[in-house]
């Protein structure tokens, strides 16, 4: 697979041929693995809805961003998700969106997934559990997939199985691990939050991608 070049990427959903609009994004675990996508985000102007469980650290993120970051405190399994992601986008339509929900059902990946009009950016990162050797079934057809900072070896999302993707076009990002001399480590939140904005900024086609290394599977940090 091709690498991405993880310092070119710009954009937010954006449509370099439509009139410029503040773009408004959806992102989901935003005061954790993708807190640091939510700083670059409203930091370069865009408006992001940004929802998690605990609503302190959504009042804190609000604060700290000047208001960019619209609070959508929430369990995702509760009942009426659809509804409050449809009035975080009454008046300013999603342009994209980031989600970052490995505990949440397929159900509540699809609904997320779903409150973003067709045809705009929606990624979805997933944890390295999906790219275990046991997962190597379905083969279904993907989008070009690219390697960001690592090499992905013989596997690549398209191994997934059928329904990974929750909706047509979503991009996926597999999580890795990134090895070192001293003992392979998992990602921080910032180089997942780059990676995740860097599939997001990419132009069409749409790719998914692989952070870091799944194989060997044995590599695979223990903690």
Do not use: N
């Amino acid at each position: 697979m091709d690498a991405i070049d993880t310092d070119s990427a710009t954009g937010s959903g954006r449509d370099p041929g439509a009139r410029r609009t503040t773009p408004h994004l959806l992102v989901v675990g935003a005061t954790g693995a993708l807190l640091p996508a939510v700083r670059t985000l409203t930091a370069r102007g865009d408006t992001v809805t940004a929802m998690a469980r605990t609503a302190a650290d959504l009042r804190d993120l609000e604060r700290s961003t000047h208001g960019a970051a619209r609070p959508l405190a929430r369990d995702f399994e509760a009942p009426g998700l659809r509804e409050a992601l449809a009035r975080a986008a009454h008046d300013t339509p999603f342009t994209g969106a980031l989600l970052y929900c490995p505990r949440a059902s397929p159900a509540t990946v699809r609904t997320l997934a779903g409150a973003v009009p067709p045809g705009r950016p929606v990624v979805l990162a997933l944890t390295s559990e999906h790219a275990a050797p046991d997962g190597e079934a379905g083969h279904e057809e993907s989008v070009e997939a690219e390697s960001i900072e690592g090499d992905a070896a013989s596997w690549s999302p398209a191994l997934l199985p059928a329904g990974a993707r929750p909706t047509p076009g979503c991009r996926l990002l597999v999580l890795g691990w990134r090895p070192r001399p001293e003992g392979p480590r998992w990602h921080t939140a910032g180089e997942i939050s780059e990676a995740a904005l860097r599939v997001l900024d990419a132009g069409p086609p749409p790719r998914d991608a692989v952070l870091g290394r799944v194989r060997p599977w044995p590599t695979r940090p223990s903690a």
